[in-house]
């Protein structure tokens, strides 16, 4: 197969007066994987659509390989789409369903045959080749749209949070299956998800959008431990993260009333002024665990146990903050508790949200292949 | 409020059935207590959303017998059960404001408007709706509408028991948190009992006092959410809670060892007693996050070959392979991640043994 590179410019898309896409430019590269995170309404499925050529987009330009390719239908494009709900061809059978884009392009019926069984046995689903889509679970039922999609052999394959609508675990087993899909093709791979621990999973590049808007690129780990404005922390943090204001003069720092701490490691030339400092929940704790720590004093306004994690939830003036911490920690609600923070872990925004400095982290560990 | 009783409950689907695989429900005899939070945790098809339906009366069950507080309420219909129900998607009149929406129920059952006015501002006060009183629901946002829902249920004094059928299911992660921190509160606040089906071992275990993992038809496993992760009695809870899942290592004994293709790993006295006498296939079982994980040799470690580390942010999961086996460690942000080959230890007070897929204890 050709490799392709896929580049968006500057693509608006304008549904009466609102906007749902905002000057989207994107580069995608051949065998890239790449996780398009936003919350519902963002933007994801619309450009989707653009890029697989169902819809075209108000402004803007889509190029494969520097020829522009904006109005040329779906049909003649290699792409492949999967869909949040289970679409497949009711009356026929599976085997049908998955040579199905493969018979409309007029491959030979050996060359169908092969890549079928091939495609079937991948997802584990070879032994359901006679059965009608009905008769399957809904985790089957997407194996099947997800089989038909792969079959094809497009350069390039979207899949819209096709895991959305399946169960927790089948959900794991799929994504780790898929991961190693992926990493066997030379195909373009754009998965939508809501999800920051989904795009943790899936790994390779993320792209976040917000309101119709490119937020943020790069290599997903990267991304999540800089996140460059607090939008981008919002989106990509679950538990949600937690913000507190704070306001720097000479080398401290001082949070709410009573709360000070010296500017230490990344915050060391903070400028005076208001600042917004982030904290994800994992880097709040209910014991000090350092003595750089601050303690904030403060009470429990709820506690969840997960049976292998605790999550506290505070709320200190106007913030309202998560701990999640390891093993099974009971806490009454309305008692006090002290929490602890070491201000290495802060993210630093300024007050229009943008990153001013973010934590050092040690390394920077790249995906190991065995 | 209501203490609900289950008394060997079955149910077919099928008008004839001859064996157990035609039953959605097997046996079920269980009970909830009066303002317990339960969760029924279970895969797609294990006939969680079939008991939910028995326990509101949507289903007469073909074997077995309802109660609630005593008395038997197999035959009564849904809205002679006084219980309420939060389903998937929020059903709401969308012209008609929240207000109106909150109210609904009341006016149904003739309540004065005085009493319906009363009860529709405390509701929403409780679930932070009172700014959008005024609003249609159409307009709102997702976990808006399912408070409205949720809201819909509470207005009635005389309610039981509150039914939830995966109720976050499409709400964004964010919106996840808050909802669920206010049905946590509405359950400190009110005491009702609630007893929530869904098939994310997340929401179940943080929502609930005491979950019930269904498999198959039957409740295989009820405990408090640790008792779950610590001591799982079959491998498919093992399995299905936690993430990654519990591994799983097909082994031998040998005294107080169990060996994998060679190497040993020492195992708790009484436990490698009982395995001996045990039936069936044996298996060792360890969480992904008890499993350690070294970059050299130590006392009692054995060697694994390293597939793959996957960085999720807070945690990275490592791979490994075990002779022929997958393992996943979790391994806490910072801590060394070896290259090609991985030490493994297993912590005695972690690792359990399962025989023919059942915990030896």
């Not at chain 1, 701490?261 to 208001?274: D, T, Y």
Request: proline fraction near 5%; glycine fraction near 8%.
């Amino acid at each position: 197969m050709r490799k392709q590179v896929f580049i968006i410019q500057n693509i608006d898309k304008i549904v009466g007066q609102e906007f749902h896409l905002k000057n989207v430019s994107l580069e995608f590269e051949p065998g890239s994987r790449n996780v398009l995170l936003g919350r519902t309404l963002a933007g994801k499925t619309s450009l989707l659509r653009i890029m697989a050529g169902i819809d075209r987009p108000s402004n803007g330009k889509i190029l494969i390989d520097g020829q522009d390719v904006t109005g040329i239908s779906v049909r003649k494009r290699s792409v492949a789409m999967v869909y949040q709900q289970f679409i497949n061809y009711p009356s026929l059978t599976v085997y049908k369903n998955i040579a199905s884009p493969l018979k409309v392009n007029g491959v030979p019926k050996t060359e169908i045959d092969r890549r079928v069984r091939e495609t079937a046995e991948m997802l584990h689903i070879e032994d359901l080749l006679d059965r009608l889509p009905a008769e399957l679970s809904g985790g089957q039922q997407q194996r099947i749209a997800i089989a038909r999609a792969l079959v094809k052999d497009a350069q390039l394959l979207l899949l819209d949070e096709p895991l959305v609508n399946l169960d927790y675990k089948l959900r794991e087993e799929l994504r780790i299956e898929l991961q190693e899909i992926f990493e066997q093709r030379e195909a373009i791979v754009v998965y939508t998800t809501t999800e920051p621990t989904e795009a943790l999973m899936l790994g390779g590049n993320v792209v976040v959008i917000d309101e119709g808007r490119i937020l943020q690129t790069g290599l997903t780990p990267d991304v999540y431990h800089n996140p460059a404005t607090t939008r981008v922390a919002e989106v990509f943090s679950d538990p949600p993260i937690n913000y507190l204001t704070c306001t720097v003069q000479g080398r401290t720092a001082r949070l709410g009333e009573d709360i000070e701490f010296p500017l230490i490691e990344h915050m060391q030339s903070l400028p005076a002024g208001q600042y917004i400092f982030g904290v994800r929940s994992n880097h709040l704790f209910l014991s000090r665990t350092n003595a750089e720590d601050t303690e904030i004093h403060t009470k429990v306004a709820l506690s969840e146990i997960n049976g292998s994690e605790t999550f506290i939830h505070v709320n200190y003036g106007n913030s309202r903050l998560v701990v999640q911490e390891d093993g099974v920690h009971p806490r009454r609600i309305g008692s006090e508790i002290s929490i602890y923070v070491n201000p290495r872990c802060f993210y630093v925004y300024d007050e229009a949200g943008d990153l001013v400095t973010s934590p050092t982290r040690i390394t920077i560990e790249k995906r190991i292949r065995g | 409020m209501a203490r609900i009783e289950l008394q060997e409950i079955a149910h077919s689907y099928i008008s004839d059935p001859k064996d157990e695989s035609d039953y959605a429900l097997k046996r079920i005899h269980n009970e909830w207590e009066d303002g317990g939070a339960y969760a029924l945790l279970g895969p797609s098809g294990c006939g969680k959303t079939t008991l939910l339906n028995v326990i509101s009366g949507l289903l007469t069950p073909s074997q077995g017998r309802v109660f609630y507080d005593g008395t038997d309420v197999t035959g009564l219909p849904p809205e002679k059960r006084n219980i309420a129900q939060v389903f998937q998607f929020p059903i709401l009149y969308d012209t008609m404001s929240v207000f109106n929406n909150l109210a609904f129920p009341l006016r149904n059952r003739g309540i004065s408007e005085s009493e319906v006015k009363e009860r529709v501002l405390e509701v929403a006060d409780i679930l932070e709706l009172t700014p959008f009183l005024k609003k249609r629901a159409a307009g709102l946002a997702a976990d808006a509408k399912q408070k409205i829902s949720l809201g819909r249920g509470l207005v009635r004094s005389d309610v039981a028991a509150i039914l939830f059928d995966e109720p976050l299911t499409v709400i964004d992660p964010h919106l996840k948190w808050h909802l669920r921190r206010k049905l946590k509160e509405v359950h400190e606040q009110l005491n009702l009992t609630l007893i929530y089906v869904t098939h994310d071992q997340v929401e179940a275990l943080t929502f609930a006092d005491q979950v019930m993992v269904m498999y198959e038809g039957e409740l295989i496993q009820t405990g408090t959410p640790q008792e779950l992760f610590e001591n799982p009695t079959h491998k498919f809870v093992g399995y299905f809670i936690g993430s990654p899942g519990m591994n799983f290592i097909p082994c031998t004994l040998d005294g107080d060892i169990a060996r994998v293709d060679g190497a040993g790993i020492e195992l708790d006295g009484e436990i490698a007693a009982l395995g001996h006498k045990a039936q069936g296939k044996l298996e060792l079982g360890i969480r992904p996050m008890y499993l350690e994980v070294h970059a050299q040799s130590v006392e009692g470690s054995i060697p694994a070959r390293v597939k793959t580390v996957e960085d999720q942010g807070s945690f990275k999961v490592l791979t490994v392979n075990l002779a022929g086996n997958t393992l996943r460690a979790k391994l806490p942000e910072g801590q060394t991640v070896p290259g090609n080959e991985a030490w493994l230890r297993f912590p005695t007070q972690r690792t359990k043994l399962f025989a023919d897929g059942r915990l030896v204890n």
